[in-house]
Each structure stands twice: as C-alpha cells, then as structure tokens.
C-alpha cells in the first residue's frame, strides 16, 4: 500500500503540474469567463487526474499476460502443501495488500487451515523469500450449496463447510478462494504467476480426483476474471444475486485441461520444486 501511495502521489503531482499550466493558458485566452466557471473547471479536473492516477497504480493479483522477457533471471523456487504457519501469516498479508476488505482475516483462514491445512499452498524461493500462494478448499455438500447459493461471503465459510484430509480425495467441488504472486506486474512477477499456475494443476492432479471436479471461483479483481474466462470457466452465480456482489464461475476439470494448463506454464517458466505431503498423514 505504501509503494501503490508513492507511486499515485508522483502521478497525481505530475500531471497535476501538467494541467495547471495548461488551464493557466486558457484562462488567459478566455479571460471573460467568470471565476466560479473556472473553479468549476479546476475541480472537475483535479478530481479526474486523482481518480485516473489511483486507478492506474493498483496493484494486480497476476500479472495480465504471462509473456517473460529472456533477460531476467529465473528464479528457483519451490511449492510447498501443508503451507508452515509463518508462510501462512504472510499469504495472508499479500491477500490483504490485494483484496483490501475482501480478503480473510489471518483468524478465519488459521481455522480452515486447522481444519486441514492441504487447503494452503505457498510459493517460495530457496531461500525462503515468500512469493505466492493460491488456497483451495474442498467443500462438503453443505458448503457448496452455500457458496453457490450466494447467501454468504468467502469470510463466513465455516471450518465445518471445508473436508477433512482424509475425506479431501473424495471432494466432488472445490472453492479456488485465491491466487497472488508478489510483483505481479514485474517480469519475474510474471513468471511467478506460470509457476504457480503449473503447481496449481499439479495440485489439483495430487489431492483430487480431477476428471469431473468442480472448481469454484469468485472473479474479485479483473484479473483474475479474465484468469478465469481464458481456462473455460463459466458463471454459474451471478453478482446481483450475491451478497459478495462478484461472479460465481464453475469449471469441471479434465485431465486434458489439467495438462494444456502445464504445458503453456513451463513455456514460460521452469516449473518450481514441488513438496507435497500426502493428506493420508493427517
């Protein structure tokens, strides 16, 4: 947040300067015009370079394209699944720099991950420096009526709507809560996102019976809306009806899917080290 303040505050002032000078020159020119007309103009103005300025520092979620440039040197990273608590605290800080208020407080995501703590997947380097997450959650019958339903919101998903470890194999539907890499819009941000993407379908592969599964997903940035369009998923709950007013999309895996998925990830970054502890030790 205060890189993106920094970022808006160089932006604002500069163009803020920029039409200054110019509505000095028009003053000039159309020196009849009363003052109050003029204040009218300068505000209106102002006011759409600090909207343009805020909107156009916000940080993104994942990066828009996964293009790298060849120039930057990959990072070696690695995948971990049950995520160790102190990556959790930090997932869930990114979250909240991203989603703002629509992200989980650390105290409701600590209970789903107690409740079974597959749901939590980190990305890191090898030298321990945090980069991404993405959380899955396998519903039961309940939480998934509940979810599509759209009478509640991602933080009011109970421990109890989430599986067991043991019972996560025989998930039917599963929640996509949320996905971030840090410096989304960085090439090695970018690269990032074709790691996590690449573990993302492993994942999926490992826990779930992936032929038929249903993975849910809201689309709360517009990124990740388009994420979400570009893989098939459809919107199966609409805003309007929603107490979270975002979209609901569904999409039914398939092995095929699963592995097109890999496939354009590793174009585009060497797939991290992949530590996945079976649920069965639970």
Same mark, same amino acid.
């Given at each position: ?65 996964? *293009? ?12 971990? *699944? ?201």
């Amino acid at each position: 947040m205060r890189e993106r303040t920094r970022n808006f505050l160089s932006r604002f002032v500069a163009i803020f300067l920029i039409a200054s000078g110019l509505l000095s020159s028009f003053r000039s020119l159309f020196s009849g015009i009363p003052w109050e007309c003029w204040f009218t103009v300068y505000i209106t103005v102002y006011g759409i370079i600090g909207v343009w300025a805020w909107i156009t520092t916000r940080p993104e979620h994942l990066a828009p394209t996964l *293009v790298t440039d060849s120039r930057v040197i990959e990072e070696k990273a690695i995948l971990e *699944v049950p995520a160790p608590y102190k990556m959790l605290v930090l997932a869930n800080k990114h979250a909240r720099s991203i989603y703002g208020r629509d992200s989980i407080p650390l105290e409701k995501v600590e209970k789903w991950w107690l409740r079974n703590p597959f749901v939590e997947a980190v990305l890191y380097k090898e030298t321990g420096e945090y980069l991404g997450y993405f959380d899955v959650l396998p519903l039961t019958a309940e939480g998934e009526k509940l979810i599509e339903s759209g009478k509640i919101k991602e933080r009011e998903i109970s421990p109890e709507c989430i599986l067991s470890p043991l019972k996560t194999k025989n998930a039917n539907t599963v929640y996509l809560s949320g996905v971030a890499v840090k410096d989304a819009g960085t090439e090695n941000g970018k690269m990032r996102a074709a790691k996590l993407l690449y573990s993302l379908a492993c994942y999926l592969e490992y826990y779930y019976k992936t032929d038929g599964l249903r993975v849910l997903a809201l689309a709360a940035t517009p990124v990740g809306e388009r994420l979400l369009k570009e893989i098939g998923a459809k919107i199966v709950s609409p805003k309007d009806v929603r107490k979270d007013k975002h979209d609901l999309y569904e999409i039914v895996l398939t092995s095929e899917l699963l592995s097109q998925i890999k496939s354009r990830a590793v174009k585009r970054a060497e797939p991290p080290i992949l530590l996945f502890k079976p649920s069965t030790e639970y």
